[in-house]
């Protein structure tokens, strides 16, 4: 069965950090893609950053560039989002979601297979 069980979501002040986690079960980690999602009320899912595992490349959203961050440990099968100097425009239900093939458009959340339930992150002025 695979999984993904996203935390670290919460309440923060405008120009604060908070760090996401993305912790996954039942596949091989290691060969699959990583992208971390965001929805805002009355908004489209917008991609936000993304991490191939086999090469660690990474891809990121302008609206995020320079202040979001994604990695992985291996070892322990987990994807981080470390988000700094938040703005209250930041403040979405954040998904992690994951496929086994590296995308064509890395954006485009119909190339995701298995989804994560989300977390809340609240961005204050």
């Known amino acids: 069965e695979v999984r993904l069980v996203e935390s670290g979501g919460g309440l923060v002040q405008a120009g604060g950090s908070l760090r996401l986690s993305c912790v996954a079960f039942g596949f091989s980690f290691d060969d699959y893609v990583i992208a971390w999602f965001r929805q805002a009320p009355g908004e489209e899912r917008e991609a936000i950053a993304c991490?191939?595992?086999?090469?660690?490349?990474?891809y990121y959203a302008d609206s995020v560039r320079g202040r979001f961050s994604i990695s992985s440990d291996h070892a322990k099968d987990t994807t981080f989002l470390q988000m700094n100097s938040l703005k209250p425009e930041d403040t979405a239900v954040y998904y992690c979601a994951t496929t086994p093939y590296t995308p064509d458009l890395w954006t485009n959340e119909y190339e995701y297979n298995y989804w994560g339930q989300g977390t809340q992150v609240t961005v204050s002025s």
């Open positions: 991490i191939i595992n086999i090469n660690y490349n990474t």
